[in-house]
Structure formats: structure tokens, C-alpha cells
């Protein structure tokens, strides 16, 4: 992740493979030069401006929510939350990057999107999915060239308005990556690239933040203690924002148990429990020789769970990360994001929307297990999801 980075290159022919209709050539397993622009290019448009706006975009999107919530408050009636995360922080992060609409973002991401996700998910554990010729087979490759479509003519559209000089008044993530490209550049090859950019946003920007956030639910749901405080932070610090106003950057910053919940359950559940590289020349590492075309395999779950590391590794303790007890293990203790030039742009972004969604929540409700089967990890998904969905009764 650091020494070396340059002879270690993504293992797109096998751990990434299923999932490059979804990633392609984007930010994730592009290398070299390639990466290095399209990191430039996209950090660029993650700017503090974006922050600023991400706030507003959860604040409506956790609204949206509660609204739902309210109407089975005290009826008894299971709610399914771990979906419900998935669509919030898809509408999330299709708001910041494309400016859709909650019903637009509804009617393509659970037709398209989570359909194609599932079936990449299933690939990786049985290839030969890719080249049997079922109905599914039919359905995904239809699904895929109908997801690429609709990213691409928004692209189109997006450019032509742009090129007329009709220009938004609140430039989402898209018009800021599009702002670095020439005119004299624009066609087919960089509608592609930007469609593989915009996928990978759309998995990297919502399938963390959904798990981070049902995972912490969970965990606070089974520890009366801890989320009491987590709820009595909340209330202390939203408590303070005047209806009809939105909490700043600065006033959010102080949910620190909140975000010590959330960061806990990224490690004590690692969504992305393993990282792969490719050796393209000989090395040594740690004292072992490393024969070029080696896939190195890093388990970042591994490294999570190490007792000498975390002692009660497998115990959701928040406390873990408040006022920097933790600071004295390094970056490569915790790897959520994964460390080095590679770490998650949107890390960010990704906390500060599930800080806002679970402040809001905790404070507004008050949830209670509905199913024995809560809490068991699915076995066939990246991110690490729950098995059988995650069931609520709401209060």
C-alpha cells in the first residue's frame, strides 16, 4: 500500500474481474499515469464545497426516511433497514454526483443497479455464471447495456448544456469532473471513461456507507448504554440546530461518539474484508520473497481483528476511537479506506453522510430487533451485508 506501490498493480483478472462492468477503467483498477489524472481530476471535484452540499442531501434523505418510519412507528410492524439504507444512500450519492431526483434515483438504481451488483456479487463465487447462457445471463447483460445507456446520455446532455453555456446553479460532482475536460477532447472514449467513473462512484459511494450505517444500528440496538450516549450526544448537538436550518461541518464535528460507532463498526465488520495486488516484478516482503505474478492477498479484517492490535477484538467498543486513543497504532492498523496514494477519496464524504443519517435517526426513533436472524453476515456479498436482511419494529 505504501513501499514499493508500483509493483504491486490491481488483480483485475481475478478478484476484480466480476465486477469491471460495474468498475472498468475507473478510478479503482486504473494504474499508472491513467490513475494518477483521474485522481487528480476527481479529487478536484470532491472539494469542501461538496461537503457543504452532502450535509443537505442527507438532511432531505434521512427526511424522506423518518417520513416512512413514522407511519409504522408503534404499529409493530417489521421494517427491513438495511434496504432502506441501500436506497437512502443511493439517492445520496446519485443527488451528488448527477442531481437525480429521490423517484428518478428510485425508478433506475433498484431496476438496474442492485440487480447488476448481486449478480457481480454471485460471479465472484461462482464464475462459471459468466458463460452459461441463462435467462439470468440474458437479463444482466440487458440490465448492464441499459444502466450504461442512461449514464451516458445524462453524460451527453450534461456536456451539451455545458458547451451552450447553460451552466447549473449548483454544480453536482459530474459538472465538476466534466469542467477538466477540453472540448477539443470530448467523445466516445471519455463518455466511456466518465460512465465507468460514475459506476464506480455509485458502488464505492453507497455500498460502505449503507453497511457502515446497519451494522452500527445494530450494534447500538443491542447496547442500551451505548446508545444512550450515542443518543444523548445526538440530541445535545442537533438539539442545538434552529428548525428550518441545517447543522454545519463545524457543529457536526462534535458527534464524536456517533463517529466513533460508525468507525467501530467498519472495523469490528470490514466491509471489504480482503485486498489483492499482483507482484509485475520480484520483491521482498517482511523477509519473504515475492516471485513476480504473485497475487499478494492483504486481510484487512485480519488486521481488524488482531487482539495484539485490538484487544476484545471481536467487542463493538466506540470507545476505541475517542480522543485519539488509538493514534500511537499507525494508518495500517485501520483500514476501512485502505491507506496510502490508494486510500477512498470519499472517506469523507462517507462519514459525514452516515454521521448526519445516524444522529438523525436515533434521536427521531427508537428501534428494536424484530428477527432472530438479525445480525448473521451474508456469506455471497462485498460489502460484508447481513444475511437475511436486518428487521426493525420502530418507536
Given at each position: 500500500m505504501?513501499?514499493n506501490?508500483?509493483?504491486y ?5 481475478f ?13 479503482v ?8 489524472e483521474?485522481?487528480?481530476?476527481i ?9 457543504d452540499d452532502?450535509?443537505?442531501i442527507?438532511?432531505r ?8 418510519l ?19 444512500t443511493?439517492?445520496?450519492?446519485a ?13 433506475v438504481?433498484p431496476?438496474?443497479?442492485?440487480p ?5 456479487n454471485r ?5 462459471w455464471r ?6 439470468e ?6 440490465r ?7 449514464i451516458?446520455?445524462?453524460i ?13 446553479e449548483?454544480?453536482?460532482i459530474l459538472?465538476r ?16 471513461q466518465?460512465?465507468y ?15 457502515m450505517?446497519i451494522?452500527?444500528?445494530w ?14 450526544e445526538?440530541?445535545?448537538v442537533?438539539?442545538k440546530?434552529k428548525p ?6 463545524d ?10 460507532a460508525?468507525k467501530?463498526?467498519?472495523r469490528?465488520?470490514s466491509?471489504?474484508?480482503?485486498v489483492?495486488?499482483?507482484?509485475i516484478?520480484?520483491d521482498?516482503l ?5 516471485p513476480?505474478g504473485?497475487?499478494?492477498?492483504i486481510?484487512?479484517q485480519g488486521v ?7 484487544p ?8 476505541r476511537f ?5 493514534d500511537e497504532?499507525g494508518?495500517y492498523?485501520y483500514?476501512?479506506?485502505?491507506q496510502?496514494p490508494?486510500?477512498c ?11 448526519v443519517?445516524?444522529?438523525t ?7 428494536k430487533?424484530?428477527s432472530?436472524?438479525?445480525?448473521a453476515?451474508h456469506t ?5 451485508a ?7 419494529t420502530v418507536?
Amino acid at each position: 500500500m505504501q513501499v514499493n506501490l508500483k509493483n504491486y498493480k490491481k488483480d483485475t483478472e481475478f478478484s476484480y474481474e466480476p465486477f469491471l462492468e460495474i468498475l472498468g477503467t475507473g478510478l479503482v483498477t486504473s494504474e499508472g499515469e491513467t490513475w494518477r489524472e483521474q485522481r487528480q481530476r476527481i479529487s478536484s471535484a470532491l472539494r469542501v464545497e461538496i461537503l457543504d452540499d452532502i450535509i443537505a442531501i442527507a438532511t432531505r434523505a434521512v427526511d424522506r426516511l423518518s417520513e416512512k418510519l413514522e407511519r409504522v412507528r408503534g404499529k409493530n410492524e417489521p421494517v427491513e433497514l438495511a434496504e432502506e439504507f441501500r436506497l437512502l444512500t443511493l439517492q445520496v450519492i446519485a443527488e451528488a454526483i448527477l442531481s437525480l431526483t429521490p423517484e428518478q434515483s428510485d425508478e433506475v438504481m433498484p431496476n438496474l443497479y442492485l440487480p447488476i451488483m448481486e449478480e457481480c456479487n454471485r460471479r465472484s463465487l461462482e464464475p462459471w455464471r459468466k458463460y452459461l447462457p441463462t435467462p439470468e445471463w440474458f437479463a444482466h447483460r440487458k440490465r448492464v447495456a441499459m444502466l450504461n445507456e442512461y449514464i451516458v446520455n445524462l453524460i451527453r446532455g450534461r456536456w451539451k448544456k455545458r458547451t451552450s453555456g447553460e451552466a447549473n446553479e449548483n454544480p453536482d460532482i459530474l459538472d465538476r469532473v466534466l469542467a477538466s475536460v477540453e472540448v477539443e477532447d470530448y467523445g466516445a472514449d471519455i463518455e466511456e471513461q466518465m460512465c465507468y467513473e460514475i459506476k464506480t462512484f455509485l458502488l464505492a459511494g453507497h455500498e460502505t456507507s449503507a453497511a457502515m450505517l446497519i451494522w452500527t444500528t445494530w450494534e447500538l440496538v443491542n447496547n442500551e448504554e451505548k446508545m444512550a450516549k450515542a443518543v444523548a450526544e445526538a440530541n445535545k448537538v442537533l438539539g442545538k440546530v434552529k428548525p428550518g436550518r441545517l447543522p454545519t461541518r463545524d457543529e457536526l464535528a462534535h458527534l464524536d461518539y456517533n463517529v466513533s460507532a460508525l468507525k467501530e463498526s467498519l472495523r469490528l465488520y470490514s466491509v471489504v474484508p480482503v485486498v489483492t495486488r499482483r507482484a509485475i516484478a520480484d520483491d521482498v516482503l517482511g523477509g519473504c520473497r515475492i516471485p513476480k505474478g504473485t497475487t499478494v492477498i492483504i486481510s484487512l479484517q485480519g488486521v481488524h481483528h488482531r487482539e495484539d492490535l485490538w484487544p476484545n477484538p471481536l467487542s463493538f467498543e466506540p470507545e476505541r476511537f475517542l480522543d485519539g486513543k488509538n493514534d500511537e497504532l499507525g494508518n495500517y492498523a485501520y483500514l476501512p479506506f485502505i491507506q496510502g496514494p490508494r486510500n477512498c477519496l470519499g472517506q469523507y464524504l462517507a462519514l459525514l453522510e452516515a454521521r448526519v443519517v445516524l444522529a438523525t435517526l436515533i434521536r427521531r426513533f427508537k428501534f428494536k430487533s424484530a428477527s432472530t436472524k438479525n445480525g448473521a453476515k451474508h456469506t455471497k456479498a462485498i460489502p460484508i451485508a447481513p444475511a437475511d436482511g436486518m428487521w426493525f419494529t420502530v418507536e
